[in-house]
Nanobody
Framework: VQLAESGGASVQTGGSLRLSCIAS????????MAWFRQAPGKVREEVAR???????RYADSVKSRFTISQDNAKNALYLQMNSLKAEDTGMYYC?????????WGQGTQVTVSS
């Protein structure tokens, strides 16, 4: 399974970004997909996850600001990020698999500044 993220950029506080992750190599659609992020000097943390049936889960720090979604037909995962804050800065990784973290992408950088 290969995962390729895109959409990272530098934005100002309060701005929005939409991250995308395209998965290839799947033979089974019964998967969990997730977004993680890692800020410099900090551990990687889960931002949001979504299961094939549509159930979602968010970190408290991003609830009401971020929305995770997927397009199963395209094997695509998205993360709509609104009202971005400086603390949202980091490398964002897409992950997938039966336990959500079996496979990882290379990451896409998000930088939020005032």
């Amino acid at each position: 399974v290969q995962l390729a993220e895109s959409g990272g950029a530098s934005v100002q506080t309060g701005g929005s970004l939409r991250l995308s992750c395209i998965a290839s190599g799947y033979t089974d659609n019964a998967y969990c997909m997730a977004w993680f992020r890692q800020a410099p000097g900090k551990v990687r943390e889960e931002v949001a996850r979504i299961y094939t049936v549509g159930t979602t889960r968010y970190a408290d720090s991003v609830k009401s600001r971020f929305t995770i979604s997927q397009d199963n037909a395209k094997n695509a995962l998205y993360l709509q990020m609104n009202s971005l804050k400086a603390e949202d800065t980091g490398m964002y990784y897409c992950s997938a698999g039966p336990i959500c973290t079996n496979y990882w992408g290379q990451g896409t950088q998000v930088t939020v500044s005032s």
